[in-house]
C-alpha cells in the first residue's frame, strides 16, 4: 500500500515510497473518506482558504476546520475574534457540515485524535511543493498513523501579501482578497 497526497484542479500526486509522482488523474473520494480535517493558522482567512473548504464540504460529510497558533509564525490578528469571523463566513455560504477548532502542534496527533479519515491542504504554485512535502515527511515521523493527504491547487494569494496591503494602507485591494466577515476585523 502506499501513502497518497492528492492535489485537485485537477491532478493527483502520489508519494510512493518517498518518491513523488504527478499524475493527470481525476479525483475521486472513496467512500471510507468522510470525515476531513483542514489544518491552517488562517492568518488571516482568505478566499484562497475559503475555496479549500467550500471543496471539503461539497465533498466530505464532515469538514474540521483547525486554527493552528504555530511557534515559527506570529500570529497577526486574534485567533478567537478569527474563527468567530471564519464561522460568519461558512455561514454565509451555508456551510452546514463544518466544525471550527483550535488546535496546537504537532498536527498528527490531533488529526487522529478528531478521527479524520484525511487532511487536506492547499498550495498556490509548485514553489510551495517542497516545504508541503518537507512537512508531510516530518509528520510521517509521528507515531501516529497518518491519513491520506489532499493537497488542493488553490492559485490565490497568501495571508502574507493580504498583511502587507494592510500594512501599506491599501484597503481596497485587501478586501478583493479576504470575506467581508474578516475584512472587518482586520481593517
Known sequence: MFDQIITSLYQLTYLVKNDIIFSQISYEKDDFMQKIFVPGSYDPFHNGHLELVRFASQNFESVIVG????????????????????????????????DIVKYEEPMPEVVVELKADCILRGFRSEEDIPYEVANYEKWKKSPVKLPPVIYVYAPFTSSTYIYNLLKQGKLEDARKLVPLPVFNLIK
Open 67 to 98: 486554527v493552528a497558533n504555530p511557534e515559527h509564525k506570529t500570529k497577526r490578528f486574534s485567533r478567537d475574534q478569527m474563527m468567530i469571523a471564519m464561522a460568519e463566513v461558512f455561514e454565509q455560504h451555508n456551510f452546514s457540515n463544518i
